[in-house]
């Protein structure tokens, strides 16, 4: 059984589209063509921004009012996260295509692919769940106090009380991050243009990472900048700057992954 398990992920692998490589600087110019296509299609993705921003503060306020649920609202925020991004990246699909933008129609794009994108949320969420305990038993390790919560553990983050619980949470953090982040690189916008599916998209998605580390590396380092910058100072950013990086993941995708006559 495992080594026909092994022979379907190889085969998945050599099916899975071709990666091309890319300067390190190519972010930047993914950055410069996302705020291209927000501007002509008319800021028309401010309107999943604003899904993004409610998110957030939904988080926020249930967190500080109820943070024995934030766990819960957080994974219903990993899963439908992929399918409110489908709805920029079609956006932009459809200006690439030379097609009048479209709002309405990239309410329900995703339903082009539906089986994979949902397998693909599906993975995002037990990941982000198995982030969060992991996160825990850390903090169980390192405290001497009561027993860890979610609230107790994320108050140990912020005020850095504990410096060598926070460098070890951010190591395994990272850990956790690069691989989150390798299978998430182009998979959303490559189900959704190609439809192919989850296992070739993120086969696809990691190949990314291990032929542009540096490029792959600087466009999460701005994704974090960008995003982390709009939760530090107002989710209200996020109506904006959310589908500015969806836009700019679009272009990625285009630049990444080669057409099916490279191959």
């Known amino acids: 059984m495992s080594e026909q398990a092994g022979t379907q992920a190889t085969e998945a692998i ?34 999943y921004g604003l899904l993004f921003a409610a998110m957030g503060t939904a988080i926020s306020l249930i967190y500080a009012t109820r943070w024995q649920l934030t766990m819960g609202v957080s994974a219903g925020f990993f899963l ?9 990246y079609e956006l932009s699909r459809q200006r690439s295509r030379g097609e009048k933008p479209d709002l309405p129609a990239s309410f329900y794009c995703w339903r082009r692919n539906l089986p994979s994108i949902a397998f693909y949320a599906a993975i995002l969420t037990f990941a982000m769940i198995v982030w969060a305990r992991v996160s825990v038993v850390i903090f169980a390790l390192f405290s001497t106090t009561d027993f860890p919560t979610m609230k107790g553990m994320l108050a140990q983050i912020v005020s850095l009380q504990n410096l060598e619980f ?16 390798s299978i998430s690189v182009v998979s959303v916008p490559l189900m959704l243009d190609r439809r192919i599916d989850t296992m070739m998209a993120i086969f696809a998605s990691v190949k990314t990472l291990f032929l542009n580390p540096r490029a792959i590396y600087l466009w999460a380092l701005l994704i974090v900048l960008i995003i982390g910058t709009s939760l530090a100072i ?19 995708y285009r630049d990444l992954i080669a057409a099916d006559d490279e191959r």
């Open 14 to 47: 050599d099916r899975s589209p071709g990666v091309r490589a890319v300067a390190t600087t190519a972010p930047l110019s993914w950055l410069a063509r996302g705020w291209q296509d927000l501007r002509a299609t008319g800021f028309r993705g401010a309107f």
């Open 80 to 88: 439908l996260g992929p399918f409110v991004c489908t709805g920029v």
């Open 166 to 181: 926070v460098a070890v949470w951010a190591a395994v953090g990272f850990v956790f991050a690069t691989l989150v982040f």
């Open 234 to 252: 107002w989710f209200g950013l996020l109506v904006i700057t959310a589908p500015w990086i969806g836009h700019a993941t679009w272009h990625a």
